[in-house]
């Protein structure tokens, strides 16, 4: 199926983000919020990325008037009359999305296909909503979505095989990298990525190191930038969302540090209120201590050890989970996370890495983890057959890749 003319309901920064996506790539998007003020907020972003091209000399002033007029922004449902695929990304409310999958299945041609860039909330059941439910699709971008590479395509369990093959033709289109994911809570790079977040945020709040510092060993591992300045770009109550839907669907493994909920309470919720972990507003400075002081004297826990691995081995453990649930195949999880997260290239993604470190290696060091940090590292299954097989990783030339 070709895709003429696309759609996007909400026109926040992911869905700016989307919408600028696919006019940069030739087609008509229209754009649609509930008021024209956050219409046109969305569009002024829209037109920011294209300046910014042309202020770097990579499109000229009357290629981005080209590409803006390709963006009709809007606030009727009517708009969508024509289009083939529309990309909802409005609030982590099932019952709104409910209500927005309705309403744009009464004016969408019948064969159109409605996708959801939801972060963790079910496709299925986002899906039961609707009559034409094998037309409904994940298709997940990641934030800021005009930069990020990776696509996620998550079918729900009424999706026809036809709409996942043209979601993957259309992301490729986008000039995007489409990876085929099974449908589970936070698909597959919330999955791995929320675990190292929260990592992070259990080691400041148990005075591990401050927030900077952890920032910078991070961004000396590798990654283009660390998990508190990740955490407030994507914004403390969109993350506090995802952790609690990854906790209900796999326990306590995925129990959210004490600070995410105390930042959400304090309004603390990053760049786009001016503070998060990290003051972007002078006026709104305010000391991160006593936050951290009650959960200390709250949970007891202090003192504990920072390290990068302490962070990085949440990733690798929750890979290894998920390939023993088939979430996706080893080479497509180490893709999603350097298209999606920017895990560094060289590294090669969290199981390559877990080869080069040594599967054995790794699962001891989860398993000292699980002692004195917490059951939250008790390993993966698939590593201790791993072990026990001796797929090793490099050295033993086989592992979660052969070599
Ligand atoms: N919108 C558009 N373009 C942007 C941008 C934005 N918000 N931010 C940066 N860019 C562009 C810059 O203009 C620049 O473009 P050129 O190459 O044309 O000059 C390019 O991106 C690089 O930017 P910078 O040089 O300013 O900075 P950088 O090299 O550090 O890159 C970054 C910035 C792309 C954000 C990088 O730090 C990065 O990849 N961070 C990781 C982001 C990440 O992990 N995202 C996934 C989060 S999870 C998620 O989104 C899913 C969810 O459901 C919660």
């Known amino acids: 199926m070709f895709i003429y003319k696309a759609g996007v309901i909400g026109a926040g920064a992911m869905g700016s983000g989307i919408a600028q ?9 229209v754009l649609k919020d509930t008021d024209m003020d956050r219409v046109n907020k969305g569009i002024d972003m829209i037109r920011k990325v294209y300046q910014g091209r042309v202020d770097k000399g990579k499109m000229s002033a009357s290629e981005m008037d080209q590409k803006m007029k390709l963006v009709i922004g809007t606030t009727s449902y009517d708009d ?16 709104v999305k409910h209500q927005v999958f309705q309403d744009l299945e009464k004016v969408l041609p019948e064969t159109a296909i409605m996708a959801s860039n939801t972060s963790a909330l079910s496709i299925s059941q986002i899906a039961s909503a609707v009559k034409r439910s094998e037309k409904v699709i994940g298709m997940h971008f990641f934030n800021p979505a005009p930069v990020m ?9 009424q999706t026809s095989p036809e709409t996942v093959d043209d979601v993957v033709a259309f992301a490729e289109s986008l000039r995007k990298m489409p990876v085929r994911v099974k449908e589970c809570a936070g698909f597959l790079v919330n999955r791995l990525l929320l675990p190292y977040l929260n990592e992070a945020a259990y080691a400041l709040q148990e005075g591990s190191a401050p927030a900077e510092d952890m920032d910078k060993a991070m961004r000396a591992f590798g ?4 998990p508190f300045a990740l955490l407030d770009m994507l914004g403390l109550d969109v993350c506090a969302e995802v952790s609690m839907i990854l906790y209900d669907s796999f326990g306590p493994r995925m129990k959210a540090a004490e600070i995410l909920g105390e930042m959400h309470k304090a309004n603390r919720l990053g760049t786009k209120n001016g503070i998060g972990f990290y003051v972007y507003d002078e006026s709104k400075k305010a000391d991160l201590k006593p936050i951290v002081d009650a959960i200390q004297a709250k949970t007891g826990v202090k003192g504990t050890a920072f390290s990068p691995e302490r962070l990085v081995f949440q990733m690798i453990n929750e890979a290894a989970y998920c390939l023993e649930e088939n979430v996706a195949s080893p080479s497509d999880i180490d893709l999603a996370m350097l298209a999606g997260t920017g895990f560094p290239q060289d590294k090669g993604g969290p199981l390559h890495l877990a080869d080069g470190i040594g599967v054995d290696v790794v699962l001891e060091k989860l398993k000292e983890f699980s002692k004195t940090l917490g059951p939250r590292f008790w390993p993966a299954p698939i590593l201790k057959r791993m072990v026990a097989a ?10 979660f890749f052969n070599y």
Do not use: H, R, W
Request: glycine share 10%; with cysteine.
């Open 21 to 29: 996506v696919i006019s940069f790539s030739g087609l008509p998007v």
């Open 390 to 399: 001796n797929y090793l990783g490099q050295k033993t030339k086989k592992g």
């Open 80 to 95: 969508f009359k024509d289009c083939d695929l529309v990309i909802e990304a409005v609030f982590e409310s099932m019952k």
């Open 223 to 226: 990654m283009p930038m660390g």
């Open 149 to 157: 590479k990776l696509v996620e395509v998550i079918p729900g369990l």
